[in-house]
């Protein structure tokens, strides 16, 4: 089992960025893709961002292209999301999840094994 460990979250004004990171308990031995959704109050979980094992391999929802940025680190088992130039519709909170495919990715969230208990990122106006 993997466990995943949200951080990062916080409240922050419109234009302001965040960085979160997710940091996996262990490492699949074949390594695993990554993924950010988030959550909104009142509203289904939605895909965020994803990144394959080697990195080559990136995906954003259209609403965050262009100011957000996934990235990872395989040496310590991190993932990150950064986050530029906020809006309040960015509200929400945000889980890392990760795939036991390591060299693919996907918007959906059938294709995550692993699920962080996610963090909250509120922005204000």
């Known amino acids: 089992q993997v466990q995943l460990v949200e951080s990062g979250g916080g409240m922050v004004q419109a234009g302001d960025s965040l960085r979160l990171s997710c940091v996996a308990s262990?490492?699949?031995?074949?390594?695993?893709?990554a993924a950010w959704f988030r959550q909104a109050p009142g509203k289904e979980r939605v895909f965020v961002s994803a990144i394959d094992w080697t990195s080559t391999r990136t995906l954003y929802a259209d609403s965050v292209k262009g100011r957000f940025s996934i990235s990872r680190d395989n040496v310590n088992n991190i993932v990150s999301l950064q986050m530029h130039s906020l809006k309040p519709d960015d509200t929400a909170v945000y889980y890392c999840?990760?795939?036991?495919?390591?060299?693919?990715?996907?918007?959906?969230?059938?294709?995550?094994?692993?699920w962080g208990q996610g963090t909250q990122v509120t922005v204000s106006s």
């Open positions: 262990r490492r699949p031995y074949s390594g695993y893709a």
């Open positions: 999840a990760a795939s036991k495919v390591p060299y693919d990715i996907a918007p959906g969230e059938a294709w995550y094994d692993y």
